[in-house]
């Protein structure tokens, strides 16, 4: 079966730096994405990774190991309104994105 | 960016109605939409996804006699959840591609439904 795996929830400090980590088991693969949804709110896109290796973008980077089915997303000088729910969602032989459960980020002062 | 609207944005409503929830991509032509719900708490659920001008495909668990998708423009989904229930209550959230391969998905801000 398709898995997508993600902590469930992970806090973090104002100004620090935190690593959500995702792995993944697929029907093939077209790319990972990642997603910020914040609370009562729809998912904003991030990040899409397909070849292996980072992507950095302002705070946020994302990395891919497709060997390992593994990714991570760096969130740097982490800020009060990063508290959010980052979803991992990859996209298999078919085109159709299979969603991680999502990390709800805790971030305290 | 790509802006995908929904409406209503939340609508609260009898048992027994039915409720009509409108996607519409603002300033590009989606070929393919995306129909999500999503409970408290919970992940996106994929119900179903729509091409323009051809029926839409549900998922597995997914009553297509209930939830009535219609994709009839490149700019329009539409979505009706036909006589609803309590446990019909959702966040339901639409998306949007352009088709092409590996196309990112926007999403709508999503319409929160509540059945009384």
């Known amino acids: 079966g398709q898995n997508i795996d993600q902590p469930t929830e992970m806090t973090a400090t104002e100004g620090a730096i935190v690593q959500i980590n995702c792995t993944y088991q697929?029907?093939?693969?077209?790319?990972l994405f990642w997603y910020q949804q914040h609370a009562g709110e729809a998912p904003t896109f991030l990040s899409y990774n397909v070849l292996d290796g980072l992507e950095e973008k302002g705070r946020f980077s994302s990395f891919l190991s497709r060997s390992k089915g593994y990714s991570y997303l760096l969130l740097k000088e982490l800020q009060m309104k990063d508290s959010a729910s980052y979803l991992c969602?990859?996209?298999?032989?078919?085109?159709?994105?299979?969603w991680g459960a999502g990390t709800k980020l805790i971030i305290k002062p | 960016g790509a802006v995908v609207s929904q409406h209503p944005s939340w609508v609260i409503c009898k048992s027994g109605t039915s409720v009509k929830i409108e996607c519409r991509s603002l300033d590009f032509q989606a070929t393919t939409m995306f129909w999500y719900r999503q409970f408290p708490k919970q992940s996106l659920m994929l119900m179903a996804t729509s091409n323009e001008g051809s029926k839409a495909t549900y998922e597995q668990g997914v009553e297509k006699d209930k939830f009535l998708i219609n994709h009839a423009s490149l700019t329009l989904s539409t979505l009706t959840v036909t006589s609803a229930h309590p446990e019909d209550s959702s966040f339901y959230i639409c998306?949007?591609?352009?088709?092409?391969?590996?196309?990112?998905?926007?999403f709508g801000p999503g319409t929160r439904l509540l059945v009384l």
């Open positions: 998306s949007a591609t352009s088709g092409r391969a590996m196309e990112t998905q926007y």
């Open positions: 697929t029907s093939g693969f077209n790319g």
């Open positions: 969602a990859v996209m298999d032989s078919n085109y159709q994105l299979i």
